[in-house]
Nanobody, 116 residues
Framework: VQLQASGGGLVQPGGSLRLSCAAS????????IGWYRQAPGKQRELVAL???????NYADSVKGRFTVSRDNAGNTVYLQMNSLKPEDTAVYYC???????????WGQGTLVTVSS
């Protein structure tokens, strides 16, 4: 499966962005779909996860500010990011976990910069 994240940009602190992840296959066929981010000099971390049944998990650092959702009829997953902080600055990626337990290859991420 091929994945393409988009929607990043420059936003002021307190602002909002919505990221999109387009998959080459129907997203309901995956066990989980996750949003990850990697800030300069840091390891990639999981930000939000949505399971095939629709349940979601979030990193503590984004709870109450970020919301992951999906287009059940299509191939797109979204990450709505509100009340953005400078520490949210990172390259954001999406990835999927198959029912075999394996993960897809990483696609191109999208850069989010939160700065005044």
């Amino acid at each position: 499966v091929q994945l393409q994240a988009s929607g990043g940009g420059l936003v002021q602190p307190g602002g909002s962005l919505r990221l999109s992840c387009a998959a080459s296959e129907r997203i309901v066929s995956f066990k989980t779909i996750g949003w990850y981010r990697q800030a300069p000099g840091k390891q990639r971390e999981l930000v939000a996860l949505i399971f095939s049944g629709g349940n979601t998990n979030y990193a503590d650092s984004v709870k109450g500010r970020f919301t992951v959702s999906r287009d059940n009829a299509g191939n797109t997953v979204y990450l709505q990011m509100n009340s953005l902080k400078p520490e949210d600055t990172a390259v954001y990626y999406c990835n999927v976990q198959f029912w075999t337990g394996n993960y897809a290859d990483w696609g191109q991420g999208t850069l989010v910069t939160v700065s005044s």
